[in-house]
T-cell receptor, first 111, second 115 residues
Framework: SQKIEQNSEALNIQEGKTATLTCNYTNYSPAYLQWYRQDPGRGPVFLLLIRENEKEKRKERLKVTFDTTLKQSLFHITASQPADSATYLCACDEGYSTLTFGKGTMLLVSP | EADIYQTPRYLVIGTGKKITLECSQTMGHDKMYWYQQDPGMELHLIHYSYGVNSTEKGDLSSESTVSRIRTEHFPLTLESARPSHTSQYLC??????????????FGPGTRLTVL
């Protein structure tokens, strides 16, 4: 199965800046990648899905890229707000409708 | 908010007890999943189901068992709880169609502590 690597150190940024989170996978190129948001003590919430043949996907202030050469996905939040503070999880399709999740990166947006 | 529910939200029990964690969804999803997550760690898939009477083991070996008698209900049972079972248990569901519909909807989780 895939091994997903996300930066374990928290990302601290100021309100209004763009946050960029990284997800690297180690094995085969997945059919798609998903990004989820998880708040403390709660279940993850789906944000975006990007397919292998898509370079970029946008949704409001969110943008995801998928680079199969680098085996990497980048997740961007523009004009970040304190309410965006959470842990963001990257997940790879494993086939059979299952996902492998990374440990996530905590984002802290200060006013 | 996803229409997927887990009870109890918190459970503290003694070693050796039998417990059942409940999970129900009202979205009519065929696929359901159970994950285990420790603080600061990734979600580990322990069980999943494609539909009624279907159950599969996930990547993480678990002493728990599951059943899927009804589409909306996917309970997880531990016959004899041990301190090593202390963790957060998350239930999720998704449509059967695949692709975009493979996005998973999660419940709020059950925080289990075994003394």
């Amino acid at each position: 199965s895939q091994k997903i690597e996300q930066n374990s150190e928290a990302l601290n940024i100021q309100e209004g800046k763009t946050a960029t989170l990284t997800c690297n996978y180690t094995n085969y190129s997945p059919a798609y990648l998903q990004w989820y948001r998880q708040d403390p003590g709660r279940g993850p919430v789906f944000l975006l899905l990007i397919r292998e043949n898509e370079k970029e996907k946008r949704k409001e202030r969110l943008k995801v890229t998928f680079d199969t050469t680098l085996k990497q996905s980048l997740f961007h939040i523009t004009a970040s707000q304190p309410a965006d503070s959470a842990t963001y999880l990257c997940a790879c399709d494993e086939g059979y409708s299952t996902l492998t999740f990374g440990k996530g990166t905590m984002l802290l947006v200060s006013p | 908010e996803a229409d997927i529910y887990q009870t109890p939200r918190y459970l503290v029990i003694g070693t050796g007890k039998k417990i059942t964690l409940e999970c129900s969804q009202t979205m009519g999803h065929d696929k359901m999943y159970w994950y285990q997550q420790d603080p600061g760690m990734e979600l580990h898939l322990i069980h999943y189901s494609y539909g009624v009477n279907s159950t599969e083991k996930g990547d993480l070996s678990s002493e728990s068992t599951v059943s899927r008698i009804r589409t909306e209900h996917f309970p997880l049972t531990l016959e004899s709880a041990r301190p090593s079972h202390t963790s957060q248990y998350l239930c999720a569901s998704s449509e059967l169609a695949g692709g975009e519909r493979d996005t998973q909807y999660f419940g709020p989780g059950t925080r289990l502590t075994v003394l």
